[in-house]
């Protein structure tokens, strides 16, 4: 058997409130950083939830408060995730030649004032509803908070009629 590079193939993907039900032990995050495995997470919820689960699930999981800092979950939610997934030479980082996908937060609400640290406020504070502006691959989709590619009742329309296609199973 030739030689491999670890780092081509070990990943890992998780949702912290999906498999938080599970009745497997959640994987504790010194594994992750002890050993650098990659992690990437499943983008189908709410990301800023996700976020701030993992990192008190790993909390209270270990009993210690300094596991899994802040700025580590916002570097595992942008470059790690990209690594995870192969894509770091194109996405992860905002850098000249890269994809850029950005939102911006609204850090004038009531859940953001005061920011002491932006790290910390980015995994313990925000909420979806902050999201003001979204840009997608440099286009704008999403601007004060108005959905600009979509038409938002439409969507809701053919998601409740396959909600009801699904409940009828």
């Known amino acids: 058997i030739g030689r491999f590079n670890i780092d081509e193939f070990v990943k890992s993907q998780r949702t912290p409130f999906c498999h938080s039900g599970e009745s497997r032990n959640p994987v504790y995050s010194n594994s992750y950083q002890a050993s650098e495995l990659r992690f990437s997470p499943e983008y189908d919820l709410d990301l800023f ?21 802040a700025e580590k979950v916002f570097s595992m939610l942008t470059i790690d995730g990209a690594r995870a997934v192969g894509l770091a030479e194109r996405v992860g980082s905002l850098e000249v030649g890269k994809q850029a996908d950005l939102a911006v937060i609204d850090f004038d609400s009531a859940n953001l004032t005061p920011s002491y640290d932006l ?51």
């Open 119 to 169: 790290y910390s406020h980015f995994i313990y504070a925000i909420a979806a509803s902050n999201v003001r502006h979204v840009m997608i691959d440099g286009k704008m989709v999403m601007q004060d908070r108005q959905l600009l590619t979509l038409d938002e009742g439409e969507v809701k329309s053919q998601v409740r009629q396959i909600a009801e296609k699904v409940r009828l199973i």
């Open 49 to 69: 939830h996700e976020a701030q689960l993992a990192a008190l699930l790993q909390k209270g999981v270990t009993g210690d408060p300094t596991i899994l800092p």
